[in-house]
């Protein structure tokens, strides 16, 4: 399948809220057919408009095959991002 097609099924799933890359690959595979060893880290940073915003650190779950990141779309971030105070205490 079309990487690009494949982004941009993440994105409108994105478009709820952040998920984690087992929850995407997951989410894919439920919905398309996708190949098991499918790298969809490297496919999604391949697209400006998606944001690694963490990494899950969990005992034992991130494998040496891909990270276990958490993903959320550009737009998400903006709309949640909080202003940082300036140096003058405003």
């Not at 276990?68 to 140096?87: F, G, I």
Request: net charge negative; hydrophobic share 35%; no cysteine.
């Amino acid at each position: 399948m079309d990487r690009k097609i494949i982004r941009d099924l993440v994105k409108k799933h994105l478009s709820e809220k952040p998920r984690n890359t087992v929850e995407i690959k997951d989410w894919l595979s439920e919905n398309i057919s996708i190949e098991d060893d499918f790298d969809i880290a490297a496919i999604l940073e391949l697209d400006p408009s998606i944001i690694r915003i963490g990494r899950i650190m969990q005992s034992g779950v991130i494998g040496k095959e891909y990270p276990l990141s958490e993903w959320a779309t550009d737009e998400w971030v903006l709309h949640h991002d909080r202003k940082q105070p300036n140096s003058n205490g405003d």
